[in-house]
């Protein structure tokens, strides 16, 4: 079975600065995908980023990227320039035999 | 449009009574999948097809629930004697076997 872990409830973060959102997760698979989520308050999930965990390189989409720690099976995401409409709800979701989701993480953007 | 629909939107049930939500995937996705998502927090998984195939079924997927996709297109999520605490969003989501799920915009259960 997989769990994921993300340790921050809520976070905020100026608009314009930088923000990084923490993943932890289990899993016994050696192939899968990792992706960060986003919902907004009309609660549709958008997809933010994707990782092939056999890839090293972090993967990057405009100002949203990634910090993926294999064998710490750490996936972390960096928010910069943030902006208003980043704000949201972000989870973390490893792809494996079935789709389990974190948490959650509340993000709030201040101007 | 050819995203993941979900219908209805909105369902309000007397507690006892048995709700039917239907999901219609993206065309060429093989996978399906149902969660339950409560105010605050994350999605719940519930159950998976691949194709026709229910493949997993969560725990939390009590013999109130049922799910079934005939011939690996649209879905139907059924639950019996509907509780308080089925109150949820349903969720529903598709994709190619290896790749992100695609959500449609949920089915809002509230039992009274």
């Known amino acids: 079975a997989q769990t994921v872990t993300q340790s921050q409830p809520e976070m905020s973060v100026q608009e314009a600065e930088t923000v990084t959102l923490s993943c932890t997760y289990d899993?016994?698979?050696?192939?899968?995908?990792l992706f960060w989520y986003k919902q907004p308050p009309s609660r549709q999930m958008i997809l933010v980023i994707r990782q092939e965990a056999y890839k090293q390189q972090n993967a990057t989409e405009n100002r949203f990227s990634v910090n993926f720690q294999k064998a710490a099976k750490s996936f972390s995401l960096k928010i910069s320039d943030s902006q208003l409409g980043d704000a949201a709800m972000y989870f973390c979701?490893?792809?494996?035999?079935?789709?389990?989701f974190g948490p959650g993480t509340r993000l709030s953007v201040l101007p | 449009d050819t995203g993941v629909s979900q219908d209805p939107r909105h369902k309000i049930t007397k507690r006892g009574q048995n709700v039917t939500f239907r999901c219609d995937p993206i065309?060429?996705?093989?996978?399906l999948y149902w969660y339950r998502q409560t105010l605050g927090q994350g999605p719940e998984f519930l159950t998976y097809?691949?194709?026709?195939?229910?493949?997993?079924k969560s725990r939390l997927l009590s013999d109130r629930f049922s799910a079934e996709r005939p011939k690996g297109s649209f879905s139907t999520l059924e639950i019996q004697r509907t509780e308080q605490g089925d109150s949820a969003m349903y969720l529903c989501?598709?994709?190619?076997?290896?790749?992100?799920?695609?959500f449609g915009q949920g089915t809002r259960l509230t039992v009274v």
């Open positions: 989501a598709s994709s190619l076997e290896v790749g992100e799920a695609f």
């Open positions: 097809f691949q194709n026709e195939a229910q493949l997993e």
């Open positions: 065309s060429e996705h093989n996978r």
């Open positions: 979701a490893p792809l494996g035999q079935n789709f389990v």
């Open positions: 899993t016994s698979e050696s192939d899968y995908y």
